[in-house]
Every structure is written in C-alpha cells, then in structure tokens.
C-alpha cells in the first residue's frame, strides 16, 4: 500500500498531478482544492495517499491531510458513491465542510458536490453520521507527510508552500473538551460544527463556551 509521496511535480493536470520520486513517476489524482493547494510545477511537493485496486485499473488518490483521506475513505465506503465524487464533495466543501456537513445533518451542502444528487447526499449524512466525531478529532498536516524524505526535498516544499500548524484544530480540542465531560460523540459534533459554523475563526475556549450553550436544555 502507497500512504504517501513526497518528490517534484512533473506536471500538472485538470485532475491529477505526475509526481517525480526518485526517478519514478506517480499520477496522483485530487480534488479541485487539493490541486489548488499545490506548489506550481518543478517544485516539491508531499501528499498522503490512497491506492484503489480493480481489475482493470490500479489508481492513487492524493490528500493535504489525514483528515481529509479519512474522509475520502469513509465517502467511498457508502453505496453509490465512488473516488470521483468523493473528490467532488471534498473539493466542493473541504474536509472541515464534510466535517460540519455531516455532524449538522446538512445533505443540502454535500448535494451542493457535482454529480452528487439528493438522495446520494442524504445517504451519505446517514451513513457517516455517527464516524463525524472521530474524524473532527484527527489532525495530520501536509508538514507530517514529509518526514524521513531526502533534505533537498524538504526544504524545497518549506520553501514553495507555508507549512500548515500541527496543532489540532480548534473544532478537535472543543470536541475532545465536551466528550471528557460526558457529552454522546455525536451530539457533541453536532453542536461543535454549528458553532464553528456560526464563527468560523473562533479559538477553542469560544467554540466550547458556544457549543455548550447549543447543547443547554431548552425550555
């Protein structure tokens, strides 16, 4: 299994990239936003990655984050949606959108991805419902993907793109904070991606004070 590549960007496609690793060259497919996050061609560049293997076709699928090939993983493991509309959800609402999408319960949001229509988007809410919180709380950054590779290659990549924090984000500690004082994983991730919703640049202790709020009894 190929979990990650790090080397030079030989060229650049609609929908993939061919990365140069040694010599050898990788076609790695991503998203809209994923390509737009790269670096420009002849530069270095780190993904994590996802091998699909069929029959008739061996394809590697690249990700900024482990967040993110979580949920591609996840995405493709409900009936009726495959790699490319995978792609097309996350490249339509990011994977901190896919995160808030399914904890709210917003199908509207996911059928907002080309090629996805209602039905396929309410399934999807369905289905990964209960796994939102688990993902909310994982953290891995493109700056992780590029340990243990040649030096060159590294400080080329630091150079060609603002290495991303390796913090948690604010959503997974507000999210980690409500479930140690005894909220349901689920309830939690919902109230937690409505308030990140609501501010989108709030720090933890405000997405907690907010999320509390939203979880309080009413009436």
């Given at each position: 299994?190929?979990?990650?590549?790090?080397?030079?960007?030989?060229?650049?496609?609609?929908?993939?990239?061919?990365?140069?690793?040694?010599?050898?060259?990788?076609?790695?497919?991503?998203?809209?936003?994923?390509?737009?996050?790269?670096?420009?061609?002849?530069?270095?560049?780190?993904?994590?990655?996802?091998?699909?293997?069929?029959?008739?076709?061996?394809?590697?699928?690249?990700?900024?984050?482990l967040v993110e090939k979580e949920w591609h993983r996840l995405l493709t493991s409900v009936q009726g949606i495959?790699?490319?509309?995978?792609?097309?959800?996350?490249?339509?609402?990011?994977?901190?959108?896919?995160?808030?999408?399914?904890?709210?319960?917003?199908?509207?949001?996911?059928?907002?991805?080309?090629?996805?229509?209602?039905?396929?988007?309410?399934?999807?809410?369905?289905?990964?419902?209960?796994?939102?919180?688990?993902?909310?709380?994982?953290?891995?950054?493109?700056?992780?993907?590029?340990?243990?590779?040649?030096?060159?290659?590294?400080?080329?990549?630091?150079r060609a793109k603002k290495a991303t924090p390796s913090n948690p984000s604010a959503q997974a500690e507000a999210?980690?904070?409500?479930?140690?004082?005894?909220?349901?994983?689920?309830?939690?991730?919902?109230?937690?991606?409505?308030?990140?919703?609501?501010?989108?640049?709030?720090?933890?202790?405000?997405?907690?004070?907010?999320?509390?709020?939203?979880?309080?009894?009413?009436?």
């Amino acid at each position: 299994m190929i979990g990650k590549i790090t080397g030079r960007i030989e060229y650049r496609a609609a929908d993939h990239v061919l990365i140069d690793v040694r010599g050898v060259g990788y076609l790695v497919y991503c998203s809209d936003r994923t390509l737009a996050g790269l670096p420009g061609t002849g530069e270095a560049a780190a993904l994590y990655t996802d091998l699909l293997v069929r029959e008739d076709v061996l394809q590697l699928f690249g990700f900024q984050t482990l967040v993110e090939k979580e949920w591609h993983r996840l995405l493709t493991s409900v009936q009726g949606i495959g790699a490319k509309a995978s792609l097309a959800i996350l490249g339509a609402l990011g994977p901190d959108g896919v995160s808030r999408a399914i904890a709210l319960g917003d199908w509207n949001a996911v059928k907002a991805a080309k090629g996805v229509g209602p039905k396929i988007a309410q399934r999807v809410v369905l289905d990964l419902k209960d796994k939102a919180p688990g993902v909310m709380a994982m953290s891995g950054t493109l700056a992780d993907a590029q340990g243990g590779v040649e030096a060159e290659v590294i400080e080329q990549s630091t150079r060609a793109k603002k290495a991303t924090p390796s913090n948690p984000s604010a959503q997974a500690e507000a999210l980690s904070a409500l479930a140690n004082l005894g909220y349901a994983p689920g309830d939690a991730a919902g109230a937690v991606a409505e308030a990140a919703g609501n501010m989108p640049d709030a720090q933890t202790p405000d997405l907690i004070r907010a999320a509390l709020k939203l979880l309080a009894p009413k009436g």
